[in-house]
């Protein structure tokens, strides 16, 4: 579908093999994708290293799908950091893993994780995925919308508006807002 195209999936995966499977997978489904081997160039891509002082990669991620079991920082920890991230936490994360542990399945979802998904994925999972980007998509215009809403509605402290009020039986007056 070409509505799909404009969304954005960061994919994260140790083996090579199951990065370039979820890669084709959503590619077949018109995602962008980019693909990175670890936790760690995860971070670095999003903006969420220490040495880093971005607070986000200037290109926009509307999903992130991880493997759970990677060295150094798992997809359990990036979930963590992206869900305690001010800037990212909308961001839906989908978490992988050839091992089915009903223990980590769950403390992944309580911990924010939007699917989790058993290896070999398949195109009716990426299938899956879809909602998630749409819903995030939609609160963020939402959001975006109600922003300007509030802003247009400001008014600075040190000023106040008056709103003139015509009841149909008396005189225009002024209320002070």
Not at 69 to 93: A, F, H, Q, R, W
């Given at each position: 579908m070409a509505m799909d195209a404009q969304f954005h999936v960061l994919a994260v995966d140790d083996s090579i093999i199951d990065r370039k499977l979820i890669e084709r997978l959503l590619k077949s489904s018109s995602f962008e994708v980019t693909v990175v081997d670890s936790g760690n160039k995860a971070l670095e891509f999003l903006g969420l290293q220490?040495?880093?002082?971005?607070?986000?990669?200037?290109?926009?991620?509307?999903?992130?799908?991880?493997?759970?079991?990677?060295?150094?920082?798992?997809?359990?920890?990036?979930?963590?950091?992206?869900?305690?991230?001010?800037?990212?936490?909308?961001?839906?994360?989908?978490?992988?893993?050839?091992?089915?542990?009903?223990?980590?399945?769950?403390?992944?979802?309580e911990e924010g994780a939007e699917e989790f998904f058993l290896k070999p994925v398949q195109l009716a999972d990426v299938d899956k995925l879809k909602p998630h980007i749409t819903r995030c998509k939609s609160q963020e215009?939402?959001?975006?919308?109600?922003?300007?809403?509030?802003?247009?509605?400001?008014?600075?402290?040190?000023?106040?508006?008056?709103?003139?009020?015509?009841?149909?039986?008396?005189?225009?007056?002024?209320?002070?807002?």
């Open positions: 220490e040495e880093t002082n971005n607070d986000h990669h200037d290109t926009e991620i509307n999903l992130i799908i991880t493997d759970y079991c990677m060295p150094g920082i798992t997809g359990y920890d990036l979930l963590k950091k992206i869900k305690e991230s001010k800037n990212l936490k909308g961001i839906p994360v989908v978490i992988m893993s050839s091992e089915n542990i009903p223990a980590r399945i769950n403390r992944c979802l215009r939402d959001y975006n919308i109600n922003k300007r809403k509030r802003n247009d509605e400001c008014v600075s402290p040190n000023k106040s508006r008056m709103k003139m009020t015509n009841n149909d039986h008396e005189l225009p007056s002024f209320v002070l807002i």
